[in-house]
């Protein structure tokens, strides 16, 4: 906070509710002083969600082994993952999934996913797009930004094919080009209103050249304050594990992805399970809420 | 006092009281109290400099009469696990350490009564005819406390006899919370109370050595007894000046007696943040990685810390308790500079030695953490039938060396 007039400025932008130009956002993005851009993002995730925090409890379930075997009575929403080779094998994992999750959303593949499914039928990406929804698919997990092309023809045909609630994510774009990103997916919000939320952090993760606790926190409070017409900034509990993801709430984000639905904790200490993730939220001074595959709080 | 008033008091260089500390711990905002601490950091090193060392912590017994019940590390006497490192042993570590270009050993151990002051000062002897500059960073206050107490020797002898035999300093192992309630529930009073383990802290500044000072907090304490203890550890800096810097972790819950839960990593952030407003005479903060994860462990830059602590090569105690972090010296540089940090070598005095060895020379890379000893390896080392052991298992394995 050497910065203090700028500061101040900036400051009172963001509490008016006004969102930052992208000057100002490439500026906080480059300097290491991640306090002040904390506290500036948090306004803005308080002013949208007060302290409120919300949590999704996920079923991974991959396309070719049996759901009733992987979906646990507490997930509330049912995650594919995998790629089948054909439209007809997608169509039918959705199916078993649907079957299984009853109520529940469903969710799987990635935009890529699509387009190839619909290279290797030989049909368009909408008519794959519909064919998913009509078996059953809630929404496409991974939308990654950086590998999309034309994002608002992607959006376009999301909604043309009555899919509700999109989440975008970054499959690997470097931390100074995801600024880009998020400002280009906040001016399409304008024209879509259909993205509920944005998954900021990279998910394709490289064990030899891991991202850092100051890459992590700064791209969470970009997004943050770059789209303040995105709901909600989301943050892998799986991935990202508890004291990423915990700290990441004190830097705007407001939704926990991604949290296993055992009550053991079959993927490592350092993933706990239900108790683990409302502690951490409370410890990070919000209160803690659970809520279905389609961003509704369960009571 | 408010909140406010008590961060303008912070910001304009002034000490807070145990109130002032409670009420910003409870209540201030996160990002308030790194702020705070930051600021305190920049004050104090403002040259944006952060430090990290590269020695190795080697843990020669496992062994250990103390039974600390947060301790997923020792085993008891008579252990088919228990296991005393050899002198050889310690020097291929040695060998291995000055190959990366460590400097240092910290060498911490159970307190095994099989172990007479004799075999420390042989061992510390024979480091030092071996490696005349290489530093030993050894026996925690409560290890102190064990040789003095099984040699009935007071404890300013020991000090005196070790460092003549080639002690460098002391860690700071061994605080966890200096409050004498907690430390009878976590069943260590007894290898040390909070008084003991203060006096042999200012034993050994008397005595020309600087220590370093800890603090394990999440087990069953209160907050205001995580602030007795900071208050404890400041009022004899001020004493004695004689700590160079204070590392705080939390407990590592897995495989010990106690169990429970880790506390999380805010807590981490809030807990270091308020240890460098409380500790405004201590000079330097390590970041806890080992416990905290890399990324925590960088995040900790912002909240007051401004060293990295140690390059790992060895770790043996958090491990044992589900703490498996590792990184060598290239990724602690890496996260030093992403920071937008400058990052220096120093010794243990924290004094700078010179910028990142892997740029001045090639050093192997490091990606998993070594152990004490490889698993089923349960040698004796022949040098311990030269020294008289005390228990019946350790009599029976010392008489058959060499049969
Ligand atoms: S913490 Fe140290 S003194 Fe306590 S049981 Fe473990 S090895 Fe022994």
């Known amino acids: 906070m050497n910065t203090a007039a700028p500061f101040d400025r900036l400051m009172d932008l963001v509490s008016a509710g006004d969102p930052l130009s992208a000057g100002d956002l490439s500026q906080l993005a480059s300097t290491p002083d991640i306090l002040p851009l904390g506290m500036l993002a948090d306004v803005v995730r308080r002013r949208l969600h007060g302290t409120q925090v919300t949590y999704l409890r996920v079923a991974l379930c991959a396309f070719d082994k049996l759901f009733t075997d992987a979906v646990l009575p507490a997930a509330r929403e049912v995650r594919i993952t995998g790629t089948p080779g054909t439209l007809d094998g997608a169509v039918t994992a959705v199916e078993a999934a649907r079957a299984v999750a009853g109520e529940r959303a469903v969710s799987g593949f990635s935009w890529m996913d699509v387009e190839k499914l619909a290279g290797q039928a030989g049909t368009s990406a909408a008519l794959v797009l519909e064919r998913l929804r009509s078996a059953g698919l809630d929404a496409v997990a991974e939308l990654p930004m950086d590998r999309i092309d034309n994002l608002a023809e992607v959006l376009d045909r999301l909604v043309a094919a009555r899919f509700q609630h999109v989440r975008l994510t970054i499959d690997k774009s470097p931390a100074a080009a995801r600024t ?76 926990v992805d991604n949290v296993t639905a055992a009550d053991d904790a079959p993927d490592g200490t350092r993933r706990a399970p239900l108790e683990d993730v409302r502690r951490n939220i409370k410890a990070a001074g919000f209160e803690p809420a659970e809520r279905d595959g389609r961003f509704a709080l369960i009571a | 006092m408010m909140i406010n008033e008590i961060a303008q008091k912070v910001m304009g260089g002034g000490r807070v009281d145990r109130a002032e500390a409670i009420e910003l711990y409870r209540h201030a905002p996160t990002h308030l109290l790194g702020h705070l601490a930051d600021a305190i950091r920049a004050r104090k090193h403002p040259g944006r400099i952060v430090t990290y060392i590269i020695d190795r912590n080697v843990n020669y017994t496992n062994v250990c009469v103390a039974r600390c019940n947060f301790c997923a590390f020792y085993r008891p006497v008579g252990s088919s696990e228990g296991y005393v490192l050899g002198f050889e042993e310690i020097f291929t570590k040695i060998d291995e350490t000055i190959a990366v270009g460590g400097n240092q050993l910290l060498l911490q151990g159970g307190h095994n009564p099989d172990l007479p002051i004799a075999w420390y000062e042989d061992l510390f002897r024979s480091v030092k005819a071996r490696y005349p500059t290489f530093k030993l960073h050894a026996l925690s206050p409560p290890e102190v406390l064990h040789i003095s107490r099984l040699n009935e020797i007071p404890v300013p002898q020991v000090i005196e006899r070790l460092i003549a035999a080639g002690l460098d300093s002391i860690p700071g192992g061994g605080a966890e919370i200096l409050v004498d309630r907690v430390r009878k529930l976590l069943n260590c009073y007894g290898k040390a109370s909070s008084d003991e383990w203060l006096d042999v802290m200012r034993h050994a500044h008397v005595a020309g050595l600087r220590t370093t000072a800890t603090m394990m907090y999440g087990t069953v304490e209160t907050d205001e007894e995580r602030i007795e203890h900071l208050m404890r550890l400041r009022e004899v800096q001020d004493e004695t000046g004689g700590f160079t810097a204070f590392i705080t972790w939390s407990y590592q819950p897995e495989h010990t007696e106690r169990g429970g839960t880790e506390a999380t990593g805010v807590d981490y952030l809030r807990t270091l943040a308020l240890a460098r407003i409380v500790l405004d005479n201590f000079d330097n903060l390590q970041a806890s990685w080992v416990t905290q994860g890399g990324k925590v462990g960088q995040l900790s830059l912002a909240y007051g810390a401004n060293d990295m602590g140690s390059v790992m090569i060895e770790e043996n105690v958090v491990r044992a308790a589900g703490a498996s972090y590792c990184m060598d010296e290239l990724e602690i540089v890496v996260n030093i500079e992403d920071a937008g940090f400058i990052p220096k070598r120093r010794n243990m005095h924290y004094e700078v030695l010179g910028d990142p060895i892997f740029r001045e020379r090639d050093v192997p890379r490091m990606l998993s953490l070594a152990t004490a000893r490889a698993g089923g390896d349960s040698s004796v080392p022949e040098e311990l039938q030269n020294y008289p052991a005390r228990s019946r298992r350790a009599k029976q394995q010392r008489a058959s060396i060499g049969d």
């Open chain 1, 180 to 255: 880009a990103l998020v400002l280009h997916a906040a001016e399409l919000q304008t024209r879509f209103a259909c993205i509920q939320a944005l998954s900021p952090l990279p998910t394709a993760l490289n064990a030899m050249r891991p991202t850092t606790g100051y890459d992590d926190v700064k791209t969470v409070a970009i997004a943050r304050l770059a789209a303040p017409n995105i709901p909600s900034i989301q943050v892998d509990w799986l991935r990202y594990g508890p004291k990423l993801a915990q700290v990441a709430l004190t830097f705007g984000a407001d939704d």
